[in-house]
């Protein structure tokens, strides 16, 4: 389980892909060489041309066929969605498919996912539709049935019945909404699980669990949490010595206390999402003496199957020895109505703006600006077992759109006590207030949670950024028991007078898209590639007629080079129009920061600006690496020029998009070995 990027496939001008109607095999120069409508039908049946399938692997061997030549009678579902029609293919997207597998288990949250009455029988044009949760917003996503196969068989996610194929055409729908099958190599259960469900996550080393495990997850199950685990211990997908596989996602599917002989057992059941490799310690399915002790009708209450089919029953005490991580997914009324005691929430959209409601972190000068929102805590929790007046509650923030724009803001939550209903808190009084519950830092992710019980009452909720003056999209999401709820507070216009927003004349210094895209076609290759000649010759052209001019004389071929590879998803050295879209966008965004701190309007930045512009872009850095940028990336007085500004944001993002990639849960270190090593320094 490792982070990897997000982004939404870009529309095409050109098109993407041309797939036909009958096997063939697919190449990246015929992916590239179309230029045709995205959607097009071919023999009567549906082709996506934006589907980006240049990007799967083994494109010297593959076919694209449709479920109708790769059996005689495709079915979409047979015998319903369950878990067991999840199987592994040769993408390391195992981290999904424990997601698509805790889906399976509520027929209510898969559904909303794909449309049940989808098939290859009536209605049939060779398209399906899938849906998933963007920043509270169900997006449809529209695919073909074209798969990719070898040999006649898939060479992805598969069902374990060959004739059912709702799940590999699931797997397809989700590499689209990312960009592409490769953008499934490697990634969290938790990403996959906001993006299926829209429920809130949890991240949680299995040490720092309550000691009562049990008592901790039974609650979670019952509210129908989709759990996932890991163990990061190891080599990835390596087996320890009893059977379970290291860095590779399994879904926590239940939790039952059984009877034996000799007395009461807790137990908790895992799913591999491989459908085989299983737990082959005790209670195991195949060598588990520990069965013998259990009657058959209790085996049989808690849908015990002695068979290799991926799933297992194993000790809570062995749980904690074998698993280190745990994602947990948390869902409300508006998507799990099948739960007993389901969430309540409530959602709201908010930004911070510069000089207006980026106020900066907790104890800043500023931090008064931030937007608060009131939390209604008057419904006490229903627990029989917590003698104290209490109410449970979660509060998510995820800043939106972060991976699309290449800024990761570190972001944070703080709670206070509030004096009145509806009442906004002074800079005065945030001064005086101590914060009633918070997260723990400021993190550069895509979603920071708190989960508590406070006493019943009212409380003001401040999301903030971990420097001022960022700006930023962000969803706030509250879960709460009952009827209690949040909603947004007014700041008072007799607050502190807040400095008008400034209105830069920068905000347009490098061409629009559109015009970027006739640079583009005028530049390109007659196969439509732009490589680092042509877009050293692109830049030039646009830099010199505009705000920047004169800076396009420190652009050099190095840069264009380190641009291409960086940004190239085929290892071609070359970028087609989606992927310069892309890398444009970046531009865009990085420009506006290089002029935002180009105080003396000299085209270059000094040296102790360049920490303040990396802040704003979402990037940390400490003294040392700072002290590595000045000597590597500056010019002998030590200023950094606007190309060289651009590059040095190219290789940084690059560089921690590289290594969150590796880092398998988040930890702070990676293994990688020599050839991994070589082709992350040498290809950049």
């Known amino acids: 389980m490792s982070d990897t990027k997000e982004t939404s496939t870009p529309q095409s001008p050109d098109g993407g892909p041309e797939l036909l109607g009958s096997p063939t095999l697919w190449s990246p120069s015929t992916y590239l060489s179309n230029k045709i409508s995205s959607f097009t039908l071919t023999d009567g049946l549906f082709v996506d041309r934006l589907f980006p399938a240049g990007d799967v692997q083994l494109q010297h061997v593959i076919e694209w066929k449709r479920p109708k030549e790769i059996c005689p009678f495709p079915q979409f579902i047979v015998d319903g969605a369950t878990r067991m029609d999840v199987c592994q293919g040769n993408l390391n997207d195992c981290w999904l498919l424990a997601a698509v597998a805790s889906l399976s288990l509520h027929h209510s949250l898969l559904k909303q996912v794909?449309?049940?009455?989808?098939?290859?029988?009536?209605?049939?044009?060779?398209?399906?539709?899938?849906?998933?949760?963007?920043?509270?917003?169900?997006?449809?996503?529209?695919?073909?049935?074209?798969?990719?196969?070898?040999?006649?068989?898939?060479i992805y996610l598969r069902s374990s019945q060959r004739n059912e194929f709702w799940s590999p055409l699931l797997e397809k729908a989700y590499a689209k909404l990312k960009g592409g099958y490769q953008a499934l190599n490697m990634g969290f259960p938790h990403e996959a699980m906001v993006d299926m469900t829209g429920g809130i996550t949890e991240v949680f080393k299995v040490a720092n669990l309550p000691f009562n495990l049990g008592g901790f997850l039974k609650p979670l199950l019952a509210k129908g949490a989709l759990i996932n685990c890991a163990n990061s211990q190891g080599p990835m997908e390596k087996k320890n010595l009893l059977g379970i596989m290291f860095r590779h996602a399994y879904s926590v599917t239940s939790m039952e206390k059984i009877e034996t002989k000799s007395g009461p057992v807790e137990l908790v059941r895992l799913h591999n999402p491989w459908g085989r490799a299983e737990w082959e310690g005790p209670w195991s399915d195949i060598k588990g003496q520990e069965w013998n002790n259990v009657l058959a009708q209790e085996q049989q209450r808690i849908e015990r199957v002695k068979k290799e089919d991926g799933e297992f029953w194993m000790s809570l005490s062995d749980f904690r020895q074998n698993f280190d991580m745990m994602e947990i997914c948390h869902l409300s009324d508006d998507t799990l109505s099948s739960a007993q005691r389901p969430w309540h929430g409530t959602m709201y959209h908010g930004k911070w703006v510069d000089y207006k409601s980026a106020g900066g972190p907790y104890k800043g000068e500023r931090y008064w600006q931030n937007p608060q929102f009131h939390l209604t805590l008057l419904e006490q929790d229903d627990d029989p077992e917590d003698p104290e007046l209490s109410c449970s509650f979660l509060v998510a923030?995820?800043?939106?759109?972060?991976?699309?724009?290449?800024?990761?803001?570190?972001?944070?939550?703080?709670?206070?006590?509030?004096?009145?209903?509806?009442?906004?808190?002074?800079?005065?009084?945030?001064?005086?207030?101590?914060?009633?519950?918070?997260?723990?830092?400021?993190?550069?992710?895509?979603?920071?949670?708190?989960?508590?019980?406070?006493?019943?009452?009212?409380?003001?909720?401040?999301?903030?950024?971990?420097?001022?003056?960022?700006e930023g999209e962000f969803l706030l999401r509250v879960l709460t028991e009952k009827g209690n709820g949040a909603n947004p507070v007014e700041k008072p216009s007799s607050d502190e007078t807040v400095p008008a927003e400034p209105s830069p004349t920068y905000l347009s210094v490098l061409p629009s898209l559109s015009l970027a895209h006739q640079l583009f076609k005028k530049h390109c290759n007659k196969d439509g590639q732009c490589r680092p000649a042509e877009l050293f010759n692109l830049l030039t052209e646009a830099i010199r007629v505009g705000a920047l001019s004169g800076s396009e004389q420190k652009l050099c071929i190095e840069h264009c080079k380190s641009f291409v590879v960086l940004m190239d998803s085929q290892g071609l050295a070359q970028l087609d129009w989606l992927e310069f879209q892309a890398l444009w966008n970046k531009f865009k965004q990085w420009t506006y920061i290089f002029m935002r701190y180009n105080y003396n309007k000299s085209h270059s930045l000094e040296y102790k600006e360049i920490r303040h512009a990396l802040r704003t872009a979402g990037i940390q850095v400490d003294e040392f690496i700072m002290q590595l940028i000045g000597l590597r990336y500056t010019e002998p007085d030590m200023t950094v020029s606007y190309p060289g500004f651009l590059y040095l944001m190219m290789k940084l993002e690059s560089m921690i998009r590289k290594f969150q990639a590796y880092d398998m849960i988040g930890m702070g270190t990676i293994t990688i070995n020599s050839r991994q090593w070589l082709h992350m320094t040498l290809y950049n």
Request: aromatic content about 10%.
């Open 114 to 154: 794909m449309p049940m009455a989808q098939s290859f029988q009536e209605g049939y044009n060779g398209s399906f539709h899938f849906r998933f949760w963007q920043y509270g917003e169900w997006k449809d996503v529209k695919i073909d049935d074209l798969l990719p196969t070898k040999d006649g068989k898939l």
């Open 397 to 470: 923030l995820m800043q939106k759109h972060q991976r699309q724009k290449g800024v990761h803001l570190s972001i944070g939550l703080h709670i206070y006590k509030a004096n009145s209903k509806n009442r906004y808190l002074s800079s005065l009084e945030l001064s005086q207030l101590e914060p009633v519950d918070c997260t723990p830092s400021y993190l550069p992710c895509r979603e920071v949670v708190i989960r508590g019980c406070l006493a019943p009452g009212h409380y003001i909720i401040i999301p903030s950024t971990s420097q001022k003056h960022q």
